[in-house]
Structure formats: structure tokens, C-alpha cells
């Protein structure tokens, strides 16, 4: 392929945890949350039911709007996945 210009290509052995629930506002909720060594600790987290993609660590629950925005959801909604995501989102580690 001579003409592409990688920026880096790698291949690394993954956890990947599927979880599925209902909401206490009867919100389902379709996760694949995927453990890397990348991302600095954060976790990859799709919306399997959307297809939504994003590297979430605490810092990215803290900020304000960020769920909704991401996942598409109503503020009621991202309240409820946020407080599933703060038990599965670990510290952010520096690995440089």
C-alpha cells in the first residue's frame, strides 16, 4: 500500500465486557466496554444499540453534558448511565 501513510499500526490482546440493564427510568442500556492498554486507562465504550463510540474516562463523566452529547440521550438518561459508568471507569494512568 504506497500510498497510505500510517500514523501507527498495532495489535493488542483486549478484555471486552458486554453488560446489558434497565434503567430505574426503564432506560435500556446495551454496553461493550473494552479494557486497553491505550487511551490511558480509559475504557472504550459503544452503545451497542446506536453504534456511539467513546474513550471515557472520570474526567470525561465529570464534564458536564458529555453523555448526552455523545450517546445522544436526555439528561435523565446520561444521569442513569453515568452512574453505572462511575463503577466500571477507573483512574486515568500515565503510562509515558
Not at 461493550?32 to 487511551?39: D, E, G, K, L, Q
Not at 445522544?72 to 486515568?92: I, M, N, P, W, Y
Request: aromatic letters at 14%; glycine letters at 6%; proline letters at 2%.
Amino acid at each position: 500500500m504506497p500510498d497510505y501513510d500510517f500514523m501507527s499500526d498495532t495489535t493488542e490482546q483486549t478484555t471486552t465486557r458486554f453488560v446489558t440493564f434497565i434503567t430505574p427510568n426503564l432506560k435500556r442500556f446495551d454496553l461493550a466496554i473494552m479494557t486497553t492498554s491505550r487511551f490511558y486507562g480509559k475504557k472504550l465504550i459503544t452503545d451497542l444499540q446506536t453504534g456511539r463510540t467513546a474513550i471515557i474516562g472520570q474526567d470525561d463523566l465529570d464534564e458536564e453534558g458529555f453523555l448526552e452529547f455523545t450517546y445522544k440521550l436526555t439528561e435523565e438518561e446520561a444521569a442513569d448511565l453515568k452512574q453505572f459508568l462511575e463503577f466500571v471507569v477507573g483512574t486515568v494512568h500515565f503510562t509515558d
